[in-house]
């Protein structure tokens, strides 16, 4: 059973555009929702994070929304760029034991 | 920032070996490692969690006498893949907290032919 549902799987974008990528979660106890970028043959990469406490988080190009009544959150990637051309995964953990559950991950490219 | 490094980047070993995986924390201690395994195109799936001097603790599914997790120290944690066949073959990978949040390593490409 995922307890993390991600959206799209794929996505196609042109140089400059947003690349939006949306997660749902069922497990009320997590507090805890960060963003991973993968590129081929690598380890995830932690781009940004988000608590609760707060329904917009920004580091640059990339912002995380946070809807905790629909339980949902997503990563909007403003300006996207070739370099942006990775996996993207969503997850969700409680804090007091840290075991991340991940979405199912989607596919962004950008197109030049 | 922090640092895990995982050894090896890629293995390639002979159906009923055993192959040793390593994570470290290279710039900070860590009393709790967790271990993933990751199919292509797929997501992480979490093995288990590896605790400093204690038993490592397997999700579900995961079959603990044939990946075996020692923490011996702060800043190490071992996977062993016992007895590996063909369908181990797959991507693991190790990754430990800080309070910003979980870092990973670069991942250990296991082919078991």
Same mark, same amino acid.
């Given at each position: 059973?995922?307890?993390?549902?991600?959206?799209?799987?794929?996505?196609?974008?042109?140089?400059?555009?947003?690349?939006?990528?949306?997660?749902?979660?069922?497990?009320?106890?997590?507090?805890?929702?960060?963003?991973?970028?993968?590129?081929?043959?690598?380890?995830?990469?932690?781009?940004?994070?988000?608590?609760? #406490?707060?329904?917009?988080?920004?580091?640059?190009?990339?912002?995380?929304?946070?809807?905790?009544?629909?339980?949902?959150?997503?990563?909007?990637?403003?300006?996207?760029?070739?370099?942006?051309?990775?996996?993207?995964?969503?997850?969700?953990?409680?804090?007091? #034991?840290?075991?991340?559950?991940?979405?199912?991950?989607?596919?962004?490219?950008?197109?030049? | 920032?922090?640092?895990?490094?995982?050894?090896?980047?890629?293995?390639?070993?002979?159906?009923?070996?055993?192959?040793?995986?390593?994570?470290?924390?290279?710039?900070?201690?860590?009393?709790?490692?967790?271990?993933?395994?990751?199919?292509?195109?797929?997501?992480?799936?979490?093995?288990?969690?590896?605790?400093?001097?204690?038993?490592?603790?397997?999700?579900?599914?995961?079959?603990?006498?044939?990946?075996?997790?020692?923490?011996?120290?702060?800043?190490?944690?071992?996977?062993?893949?016992?007895?590996?066949?063909?369908?181990?073959?797959?991507?693991?990978?190790?990754?430990?907290?800080?309070?910003?949040?979980?870092?990973?390593?670069?991942?250990?490409?296991?082919?078991?032919?």
């Amino acid at each position: 059973q995922q307890q993390v549902k991600q959206s799209p799987q794929s996505l196609i974008v042109q140089k400059g555009g947003i690349s939006i990528i949306n997660c749902a979660y069922e497990n009320t106890a997590f507090d805890y929702f960060p963003w991973y970028q993968q590129f081929p043959g690598k380890g995830p990469a932690l781009l940004i994070a988000i608590r609760p #406490d707060v329904s917009e988080k920004k580091e640059g190009r990339f912002t995380i929304s946070f809807n905790k009544s629909a339980k949902q959150f997503s990563l909007h990637i403003m300006d996207s760029q070739p370099g942006d051309s990775a996996t993207y995964f969503c997850a969700a953990s409680r804090t007091n #034991d840290y075991k991340l559950s991940f979405g199912a991950g989607t596919t962004v490219t950008v197109r030049a | 920032g922090a640092v895990v490094s995982q050894h090896p980047s890629w293995v390639i070993c002979k159906s009923g070996t055993s192959v040793k995986i390593e994570c470290r924390s290279l710039d900070f201690q860590a009393t709790t490692m967790f271990w993933y395994r990751q199919f292509p195109k797929q997501s992480l799936m979490l093995m288990a969690t590896s605790n400093e001097g204690s038993k490592a603790t397997y999700e579900q599914g995961v079959e603990k006498d044939k990946f075996l997790i020692n923490h011996a120290s702060l800043t190490l944690s071992t996977l062993t893949v016992t007895s590996a066949h063909p369908e181990d073959s797959s991507f693991y990978i190790c990754s430990a907290d800080r309070p910003v949040g979980a870092f990973f390593g670069q991942g250990t490409r296991l082919t078991v032919v």
